[in-house]
């Protein structure tokens, strides 16, 4: 305790910093308890499908089995199709990303900086946000054609509503006390959007590049599809006109692998990037 | 001398509208150097709007803020440095950081920024924890690292904000103490509004006494016994004395403020 002795003395008593906050116990063996359940869950279904193939109950035609997906993987480990397939839908993913939130990042800040132009715009991003984005399909493919063109124009397309709401969000978010410290300390607006509106609106930020990245993934994916003649979804839509349904179910894994993987990368750069928030 | 002046001042939010509100009305006050000032006033009295012009964050309606001598237009904080009432301390940036934002904000360099930083945490007592988060200090840590950050700038005017407001009695109590040390070597000019009697008085060479909308001083009372104190001054008869007389005061303003919320509806 720091006390009237500290009066007068050069310097006040260093006070001791607060105990930094511990896991509560219980937490950990909970999630454990939590990660067995899901995986009694999951070896269940598996279980549950394998025998009802096995039985008749199920035509493996149409609904493959565990195990022959299992089998289908090594395979297209191996298959140029469909390496080409990954590839395509990756390079068609980067560029949907890229392009989606780079200008979902500007117009979102844009927004946040200026409330004429958003008050002027906002809506009409709103207006694309609840209209079901894949009434564009069609008209994309007149505009692209049927290459990958048509997936990056509509991964960016839903990649940019996302992330402009977002990021707009974000910006809204950054507390009115910190842009008046930069006031009473007389910041440049430089100063001001680079040390305090642009961290404040970190949290918004980065949620916005998240939903980037998930919306920019989900639409190639359906461009390719639908419309697309490349990557991973005009693959699956190959092997189920045809019956592969054990290698489509096998792509659709893999292409689930590939998003978390994702995920995971992102939430690390995240946790890494916005340190002070923990 | 007198170092930073009210003349005439009133501030008044939406004139002409039917909104409009009056905040401050003609107020006139002059802070010596080295001089600290409190103002109490019960809630919506303007008080925090009277310090915001003084530090250059509004405009006056009529009349004038001058800085010896220099008309007040803008925040100048190498003049008037600001310390909030929540601490305003940016949660994305260490506590030396934070330290050293005003004075870059102010156009000082990084390592002139960094260079006082650390001598100013070293002077609130908190050198260790430059490295640290907002988040990992206390709120009285926390609002020692706002003070540093005002100093840093070597302003001639500290303005705060019930800088205390937002902490318990025994914080408040303990900082106040120590604060009291600080700011009698740092040697500025202090201008704070508190919403505490206690201290109102203990700090003050003069306090401000301020009555209910539309803010207009009411009264001034200086406070003889020299700076820094003991806590022992606030159990001499001095300190009670102006303590009853503040408690009084106060209550006659809120009343009356009340009484006129009353007639007005």
Known sequence: MTTATATGSRRAVTPRPPARTSVKPGTRSDARK??????????????????????????????????????????????????????????????????????????????????????????LIMLLMVVPKSVFLPLLVLFFGLGTAPGIAFGALLAFVHVVVNVVAGMDLVPQKYRDVGRAYNASSTRLFFDVILPGAAPGIFAGLWHGIRNGFIGVVIAQLFVSTAGIGYLVRIYSNNFQIDDAMALTLVMAALVILTGSVWSRLEARLTRWRQ | MSLLSVENLTVTYGAGTKDELVACENINLSIREGEFVTVIGPSGCGKSTLLHTMGGLITPTAGRIAFDGASVTKPNPHNAAFVFQDYSLFPWKSVAENAGMGLRFAGGSKAEAAQQAKEQLAFVGLQDFGDRYPR??????????????????????????????????????????DLTAILSEAGQSVVMITH???????????????????????????????????????????????????????????????????AAA
């Open chain 2, 196 to 262: 505490s009697l206690d201290e109102a008085i203990f700090w003050a060479d003069r306090i401000i006494v301020m009555s209910a909308r539309p803010g207009r001083i009411a009264e001034e009372i200086t406070v003889s016994e020299p700076r820094p104190r003991q806590l022992e001054f606030m159990t001499t008869p001095e300190f009670q004395e102006i303590r009853v007389h503040l408690f009084e005061q106060l209550e006659f303003h809120q009343a009356e403020a009340a009484a006129r919320a009353k």
């Open chain 2, 136 to 177: 990992e200090l206390s709120g009285g840590m926390q609002q020692r690292v706002a003070i540093a950050r005002a100093l840093a700038l070597q302003p001639k005017v500290l303005l705060m904000d019930e800088p205390f407001g937002a902490l318990d009695e025994q914080t408040r109590r303990n900082l106040g103490t």
């Open chain 1, 34 to 123: 939590a990660m067995w359940l899901r995986i009694a869950f999951l070896v269940f279904a598996l279980a549950l499908w394998q025998v009802l193939v096995f039985t008749g109950v199920l035509n493996e035609r149409f609904v493959s089995s565990p195990i022959a997906v299992l089998q289908a993987i090594p395979q297209l480990a191996v298959d140029p199709q469909a390496i080409r397939a990954v590839g395509e839908t990756l390079a068609a993913f980067a560029a949907a990303f890229g392009i989606g939130t780079s200008l979902g990042v500007v117009v979102g800040v844009v927004f946040g900086l200026n409330s004429l132009l958003r008050e002027a715009y906002y809506p």
